[in-house]
């Protein structure tokens, strides 16, 4: 990969737009590595950028810091590659200077992008990418909370020679394995990256919204989701299998309809546009698979992921899995965010995005517009669980957030809507969370948590499920059991809600680990919430760090003045259990608040 030479200024420059942007915003880490990173590198310093000196100057970490068993810069250094590959996606897809951070290194390379040029490098993303809004935090009450994810975005063209079509791309595929082509259209925020929905009518394309398609019909029962297929024409053992583990995660999804027989098999659909394929191709040394997620009609290539079977163990192949699938198949997920974009919708699709749309910008509007086109699917006699689930959590929404509609909302009528769903779906994932979600709203915890278990059982590819169910048990005191699986919710996500860390954080603060309560409290610093406010002073004073304590009492003060005064109101308001509200009031007293009583 050929890279440039900028000036020093221009280096500069494009820094700061980097850090002010609302990418980066949600990552204090992220912007002090990138910021090291660069300093040194401009001050020829490049050779100093080793694993121990970045975690001693950036990370805090001492002379005994070992790389070979603390993994903390390898970590950090991957998300921050994710977070520059998302703001080139979206805020930053009009900068003409564009900061890349290799594989294998720690020292930045810059490229400069020419003005309304074809398909990018891979290190950056599309050119043509929507400006992304500031994501709006998810709180942690709600059902349908899921993680902001990668964008759409056309299939780039690879120097490759003119050869037949699957030996090119077996070529292509090779040099991309061997650093050519790096982190193939990575990991960005689809949800953030799109205009918030607009209903429109989806019989045919726009100019605004061109699909390489001959046609671009909607004549699909208003029930109809977007089809998944599984391509995998090899004989590789390690793609076979990681095809089966593949179909068996897609198969725990209740926004996808998963098609068993091959793409292009008697019986499919005569419409391809709301089809999408997982493509499996062996690279031709070292036992590793990349899979493509394809729009079938178009052949748009919407992320690609590869995966070394033969050198991962179990679990951690399963994490990765888990982020394709939580990235790709929700709501909020790159295969939605197509259609979305495409205006593909079916009247079911149509409905789920206006729902997720809301959870992005709570407004009664917006809360009104998603209940009414559920409400109208059934009254059309269209039967899914995923209509009475967001159904009867948006009955909740009315009561918990004072909206006027529906009339009359109860609690009885959303535990109603909720139980309909698990009887229409009993094997869905989305509808026992939801029950789950609304018993713990009744008081119900024991209830809450069986069917938050069996939502997480049905689905363990969902990270989302992981989350809720994580976070039911630690709010009903089980920590031990709790904690563990909203870290692993937390760290195999490339990108969620801040109400993960914030549950995270519950958890570990409960098991006495500061150090990494402490970590997951960096990303609640651009979300303006009186609890995450209270969990940075806790770790402040913890650390000792005297005057950000006092000044973030402050901030407390004036912003949350009832939480200042009464943080015991607060969390028994919110049923925090009450070992975990005392330790959080005791932890708030020690650090000044004198209120804390």
Known sequence: MRYDTPAAPAVRETLERVLRSETFGRSERARDLLRYLIDREQAGEAERLKGFTIAVDVFGKDAEFDPSTDAVVRVQ??????????????????DPLRVIIPRGSYVPAYRYIAAQAGPLSNETGPADASPAPGPVAAEPEAASAVPPLEPVHD???????????????QVRLFWMAMGAVIAMLGFVVVRMALPL????????????????????????????LPSAHISANTSDPEAIKLALTLRSALSGFDTIDLIARDHGAAGGRADESMDFIFSLVSLPSGGSVVVELQHAASGTVLMSRQFSPSTSGREELDDQIADMMSAAVPVSGVIYGFIEQKRLQSGLTECLLLNDDYYLDQTPARHRGAFDCFKRLLDEGVKSPLIYSEMAALELETITDGYGYPPEATLERGMDLAYRGVLAGPTS??????????????????????????????????????????YALIFSGDYATGGPIMKRAVEASSSHPSWWDYALFLGEFMLGDMERAARATEVLLSTRKSHYLAARIIVAQQSGQVAQVAAMRQELAENYPDFAKNPRAAFEKANYPANMTEKLIEALRSAGLDSAN
């Open 429 to 470: 994932p989305y509808a026992h969370r939801a029950y789950g979600y609304l018993n713990g709203r009744s008081g119900n915890a024991a209830e809450s948590i069986r069917w938050m278990r069996k939502a997480y059982e049905l689905n363990t590819y969902d990270l989302s499920m992981a989350a809720a169910y994580g």
């Open 197 to 224: 929905h607009v209903p429109v009518e989806t019989g045919s394309a726009t100019p605004e919204s061109p699909l390489s398609t001959a046609s671009i019909t909607a004549a699909y029962p208003p029930e109809t």
């Open 155 to 169: 299939q780039p063209t690879f120097p490759v020679p003119a050869l037949s079509p699957q030996l090119a791309k």
């Open 77 to 94: 250094a991957g998300r921050l590659r994710d977070l520059l590959e998302q703001y080139y996606a979206s805020e930053g897809a009009g």
